[in-house]
């Protein structure tokens, strides 16, 4: 008798678990109907034969990263909104904002993922549906929050690979030079053209697509990770800022708040940087109006007066980006690009905003995907 239970529980759970095995290879997709409009915020200067830095304030959802099939299909409907508008042309340098390339952990999941309420339970739903990809991420989690770190490193040579497909592709399908937004990855750097991982730490960095689609110059990595941040995502070399050139200039890419550093614009004017891009992401939906919460370093730029909670975070962000402000810039135009969207509990906030010679031109309307552009 006790051999027979011994066998029939053995055998109840081998069935269990083989059920479980089969359940975690399943990924339907659900139907999805994505909002592809797009308006034109703020269209500066005029048209010459110089090119022009044109920025996409995506507003975008979990379902859009279902598949890459589908997000292409959102973001190929912006960059074609803004070439009938005639703002593309094969000088324009689009920018997009930061973590776009993130979020790319959760394509090709499960439905259940997509329809979570909080970010907790959607990542409950991508560790349990990729178990032994997420066990293997957590043994080599680096950093004081290993859950995080191992979120993202499950998926990371597919998030690299799709990266690489989705960004590069829009880049050649459109002829244009491509700011890929960000992108949290171990390690990553470019050799040939393609987007490479290794091994250690996350870094939020930025790659640059050429209009052949492929990665040019190194990635940029944010030098400054916001609080929320620091406990899986390593701060890179504070030395090291790039420059790459393009058909309408030389080209440096400032993450987020790296972009509020006076000495990083030395650094870039030490380059010849004409122009300068800045992918941002603000977490919060009423952050925006909220008071600035400090600089994300241990200590403040000596040039800065400014004190916490002095002012509103949105005017922190216009008084601290120095583009195109001399002497500390020389750059003549930036952007500073912003995520919109709702991700699962995750609101987010930022209003895009460009700068040309010394003047700010902000999008005084957060609702919905914006283009803002500026002729150079």
Partial sequence: MRKLLGFTLIMALVAAVSAYLVWTQERPVGHYLSDLRINLAVDQGVPADRGNLLGIQPELFPADYQS????????????????????????????????????????????????????KDAMNWLSASNPLLFLRALISAKGDDR?????????????????????????????????????????????????????????NTSVVFDRDGLAVGQPQRQLYPIFDERGFIEPGDENTVSVVDTPAGRLGILIGSDSWYPDNYRKLNEQGAQLVAVPAFVIGRETWDKPWRG??????????????????????????????????????????????????????????????????????NARGARLLNVWL
Avoid at 87 to 104: A, C, F, R, S, Y
Avoid at 108 to 118: C, D, F, P, R, S
Avoid at 178 to 202: D, E, F, R, T, Y
Avoid at 314 to 340: C, D, N
């Fill in 295 to 364: 600089f994300k370093s241990v200590s403040t730029p000596p040039e800065i007066s400014l004190k916490p909670e002095e002012l509103s975070e949105g005017e922190a962000w216009h008084r601290l980006t120095l583009i195109s402000q001399q002497p500390i810039s020389q750059a003549t135009a930036g952007m500073s690009v912003f995520l919109r969207g709702q991700f699962f509990d995750m609101g987010s906030a930022g209003q895009s905003f460009l700068s040309s010679n010394g003047q700010v031109f902000a999008d005084g």
């Fill in 68 to 119: 890459l099939e589908r997000l292409h299909l959102k973001l190929a409907a912006y960059l074609q909104k803004a070439r009938d508008q005639g703002l593309i042309n094969d000088k324009t340098i689009v920018v997009l904002p930061e973590h776009i390339g993130t979020w790319l952990m959760v394509s090709g999941e499960k439905n259940e993922l997509y329809q979570a309420t909080n970010l």
């Fill in 147 to 203: 859950i995080d770190d191992a979120y993202l490193r499950m998926k990371a040579p597919a998030m690299a690979r799709d990266y690489q497909v989705l960004f590069g592709g829009l880049a050649k399908e459109f002829g244009v030079t491509l700011v890929a937004g960000s992108i949290a990855l171990p390690n990553p750097s470019v050799s040939q053209g393609q987007l490479q991982i290794g091994h250690g730490a996350l870094y």
